[in-house]
Nanobody, 123 residues
Framework: QVQLVESGGGLVQPGGSLRPSCAASGFTLDYYAIGWFRQAPGKEREGVSCISSSDGSTYYADSVKGRFTISRDNAKNTVYLQMNSLKPEDTAVYYC????????????????WGQGTQVTVSS
């Protein structure tokens, strides 16, 4: 069964850090670009970061550039999103997705989606 499972979300104070992970089962992440998206209540889903399958190129939304880092561990079939200097506006459900191309933040370029992990930044 093809599946993506996110974990590692939670509640953190402003300025804190979290590192959600995205683990794949039923397929190998090596051959897929991975994207992280988020959706806050009442807002549209937006792309946060993505990493290519070929050369490990990364791409970040302006709102998280310099604070978030995406990485992949192919041996563990897992992708991570290191989130530092978190702000209340980062509060959202974070989803990972896998796709065969390099669609960056085009959700239609991704075939598989996880169920999401909640990230809440609040004092």
């Amino acid at each position: 069964q093809v599946q993506l499972v996110e974990s590692g979300g939670g509640l953190v104070q402003p300025g804190g850090s979290l590192r959600p992970s995205c683990a794949a089962s039923g397929f190998t992440l090596d051959y897929y670009a991975i994207g992280w998206f988020r959706q806050a209540p009442g807002k549209e889903r937006e792309g946060v970061s993505c990493i290519s399958s070929s050369d490990g190129s990364t791409y970040y939304a302006d709102s998280v550039k310099g604070r978030f880092t995406i990485s992949r561990d192919n041996a563990k079939n897992t992708v991570y999103l290191q989130m530092n200097s978190l702000k209340p506006e980062d509060t959202a459900v974070y989803y990972c997705a896998a796709g065969p191309g390099w669609g960056r933040f085009d959700p239609y370029e991704y075939d598989y989606w996880g169920q999401g992990t909640q990230v809440t930044v609040s004092s």
